[in-house]
C-alpha cells in the first residue's frame, strides 16, 4: 500500500509514468464509438474499508492522445465522488485490458 492507504499496481516493465505508485486498479465501464474512440461512463473501486464504490456521471474534460508506442490512453475527468467535484485522471491500458484511478 502508498502513503493513500491505496494498493500499489503492479505494471509490466514497459509502463513507467510518474506518480504510477499511486494508481488504483478499478473497473471501469465505457463506450466505444464506431470511430473506435472510447469513452469511461461509470468505474468501481475498492475502498480501504473494503467496501466497493461506484463513481458515476464522470464528464471527460480531455483525452490525451498518445503517440503511436505509448501503452496507455489518458483521461483528465471529473465527477462526484464523496459529494465533491473531484478532478482526476484514468488511464487505459488497453493491451492488458485494465484500466487505473490515478487522483
Known amino acids: 500500500m502508498n502513503?493513500?492507504?491505496?494498493k500499489k499496481a503492479v505494471c509490466s516493465p514497459?509502463?513507467?509514468?510518474?506518480?504510477?505508485?499511486?494508481?488504483i486498479k478499478i473497473a471501469c465501464m465505457s463506450w466505444c464509438t464506431a470511430n473506435?474512440?472510447?469513452?469511461?461512463i461509470l468505474f468501481k473501486y475498492k475502498?480501504?474499508?473494503e467496501m466497493i464504490y461506484t463513481v458515476r456521471?464522470?464528464?471527460?474534460k480531455?483525452?490525451?492522445?498518445?503517440?503511436?508506442?505509448?501503452q496507455y490512453n489518458e483521461y483528465i475527468c471529473e465527477a462526484p465522488i464523496g459529494g465533491f467535484m473531484r478532478?482526476?485522471?484514468?488511464?487505459?491500458?488497453?493491451?492488458?485490458s485494465r484500466w487505473l484511478l490515478v487522483i
Open 3 to 6: 502513503e493513500f492507504g491505496a
Open 14 to 23: 514497459e509502463f513507467v509514468r510518474p506518480g504510477f505508485d499511486q494508481a
Open 36 to 40: 473506435r474512440e472510447i469513452t469511461p
Open 47 to 49: 475502498g480501504e474499508d
Open 57 to 60: 456521471d464522470i464528464r471527460v
Open 62 to 70: 480531455k483525452m490525451i492522445e498518445k503517440p503511436e508506442g505509448f
Open 87 to 96: 478532478e482526476f485522471r484514468l488511464w487505459n491500458i488497453p493491451k492488458e
